[in-house]
């Protein structure tokens, strides 16, 4: 069984910086998309930054210049660095991986817990 676990939340003010977390545990081939999505009150899921196994990034507009998606492949970890938070930001994070299992090599998606990020003003 493959378990995504996130830390790194929290309440930050409005123009402050948070690092999120999210490391994949279990026994599995390989990670072959790592991202976070969030889901503010009232809204919908959606996706912030992806990366791939080779190191391609996306964002969703909002987010350009200031969010930053990494990876630690040694530790099977995805980051996201958040600079110059605005309120719209709050939301619950969730961290998502596209996995590989062993053997079959069949694919499968995994979801964190999630974490809150409240942006104060």
């Known amino acids: 069984q493959v378990q995504l676990v996130e830390s790194g939340g929290g309440l930050v003010q409005v123009g402050g910086s948070l690092r999120l977390s999210c490391a994949a545990s279990?026994?599995?081939?390989?990670?072959?998309?790592m991202g976070w999505y969030r889901q503010a009150p009232g809204k919908q899921r959606e996706l912030v930054a992806g990366i791939s196994g080779g190191g391609s990034t996306n964002y969703v507009d909002s987010v350009k210049g200031r969010f930053t998606i990494s990876t630690d492949n040694a530790r099977n970890t995805v980051y996201l660095q958040m600079n110059s938070l605005k309120p719209e930001g709050t939301a619950v994070y969730y961290c998502n991986a596209g996995i590989r299992r062993t053997l079959t090599y069949t694919y499968f998606e995994v979801w964190g817990q999630g974490t809150l990020v409240t942006v104060s003003s």
């Open positions: 279990g026994i599995f081939s390989s990670i072959e998309t």
